[in-house]
């Protein structure tokens, strides 16, 4: 269940964002225990041309928007590194 889930995420945000580097990662062993347990921790780290110019606040909403279908039930916690492509060169 989870690649699949993993499998989407990476599906929406190839979509919607083009990125140059995107890397999805299952974080749910780390919360193993707390509230939220199995139903989907996630990281997310995404370089893309459409993040140029954008403050950090709106590449995240702009994350966010891309995996909107998903937040109701599909994901419970998204950590999310979202740079242009100039920056990860540096």
């Known amino acids: 269940m989870t690649e699949?889930?993993?499998?989407?995420i990476h599906a929406l945000l190839t979509a919607a964002l083009a990125p140059e580097a995107l890397v999805v990662t299952d974080e749910g062993h780390k919360h193993a225990g707390h509230a939220g347990e199995g139903k989907g921790h996630f990281h997310v780290a995404i370089t893309a041309a459409a993040f140029a110019g954008e403050s950090?606040?709106?590449r995240h909403r702009m994350?966010?928007?891309?995996?909107?279908?998903?937040?109701?039930?599909?994901?419970?916690?998204?950590?999310?590194?979202?740079?242009?492509?100039?920056?990860?060169?540096k």
Do not use: F, T, W
């Not at 699949?4 to 989407?8: F, R, S």
């Not at 891309?66 to 920056?87: C, F, N, Q, T, V």
């Open 4 to 8: 699949a889930k993993v499998a989407q």
């Open 56 to 58: 950090p606040i709106r």
């Open 63 to 89: 994350v966010y928007a891309a995996l909107e279908s998903m937040l109701p039930d599909g994901i419970h916690a998204l950590a999310i590194d979202a740079k242009a492509p100039e920056e990860s060169k």
